[in-house]
């Protein structure tokens, strides 16, 4: 016998639809078989309350729940319990006994078949009502460089199976994507659930997002600023020649057009790297430098 829904998910009759889905929510994430491998009892608790969850969430079935109309299974009650010695068939309020046809009418009405033979008509339940399976979650961590260009990756599934998602261009942060019928069976013959899968996308060290551009810090030598020159810029989709024009100051931000995501534009700002030992020939050059101007002249804060 199915248990109580309303028990199983630990809240009252006059519960909201909200205060369901909460509790729902909480419960399959502390049950969920992923997170209780090879626990057979935690996955017969997750069936439970899922199928205590879809039967409270709709709204006629709910209804006809509290009314006795079903019981907790999904399944038809009984209008006629108790009325057995009926012999091969239903009565009439005279006594008179429906002919087989009449009999199979009212199965087809009530949702049962009726069979004859000592002891009354026997009532035989319908089948379980075909329901979905439950949704499972994933979580993926992916780069910056694979969120900008699209890239498909693989998920380990609670099975064991490996679980293959193509992850669009320019995904954001914190997307979610849904892969149809990839998730817990159907019961009864009803469809699969869904895999749902929430996307993380690590920081990166030179690049950031900036709606639909890119920007990076691109490290270049004192050579490369003085006398400029074309330097090989790496990004999502490949490597590209950038030019850089002598005397380039650090902070100097050039603009690569559709290197982007989706079309936008990638933003590099230079930035001059010192060698850590220094030689006495650069020492010498930095110290034959005369009359240079303040940079900080003008900042006024």
């Known amino acids: ?14 519960a909201s639809d909200k205060d369901i889905k909460k509790a729902y929510r909480a419960l399959a994430k502390k049950w969920h078989p992923d997170k209780n491998p090879g626990d057979k009892k935690a996955a017969e608790r997750f069936k439970e309350i899922s199928a205590a969850n879809t039967l409270l969430s709709d709204k006629n079935l709910r209804a006809q729940y509290d009314s006795g109309g079903i019981d907790a299974s999904g399944q038809q009650q009984r209008p006629f319990a108790g009325h057995g010695g009926m012999g091969g068939g239903f009565r009439t309020a005279s006594g008179a006994q429906m002919s087989g046809d009449m009999s199979d009418l009212f199965a087809s009405l009530f949702g049962m078949q009726m069979g004859g033979g000592r002891g009354g008509p026997q009532f035989r339940r319908p089948a379980h009502p075909p329901q979905k399976g439950a949704d499972v979650r ?26 293959k998602i193509k992850i669009p261009e320019g995904v954001k942060e914190g997307t ?7 998730g817990q069976p159907g019961v009864n013959g009803g469809p699969p659930g869904d895999a749902k899968v929430t996307i993380t996308v690590q920081p990166h060290k030179y690049l ?9 810090d691109l490290p270049i030598t004192l050579q490369e600023a003085v006398l400029g020159g074309k330097i090989k810029v790496p990004t999502p989709k490949g490597n590209v020649t950038l030019s850089v ?9 050039l603009r690569l057009k559709g290197k982007g995501v989706k079309g936008g534009d990638l933003l590099v700002r230079l930035m ?13 050059c930095v110290n034959s430098w005369e009359n240079q101007p303040d940079p900080r002249m003008n900042m006024n804060i």
């Open 1 to 14: 016998m199915a248990k109580d829904p309303y028990k199983l998910l630990g809240v009252s009759k006059g």
């Open 138 to 163: 994933y979580s993926l961590t992916i780069s910056l460089p694979e969120a900008a260009k699209g890239v498909t990756k693989q998920v380990r599934m609670g099975n064991g199976g490996q679980l």
């Open 176 to 182: 979610t994507l849904r892969l149809r019928a990839k």
């Open 208 to 216: 950031r997002r900036d709606g639909n551009n890119l920007r990076m």
């Open 245 to 253: 024009g002598p005397g380039s100051s650090s902070g100097k931000i």
């Open 272 to 284: 001059i790297i010192l060698p850590e030992k220094m030689g006495e020939d650069l020492k010498n």
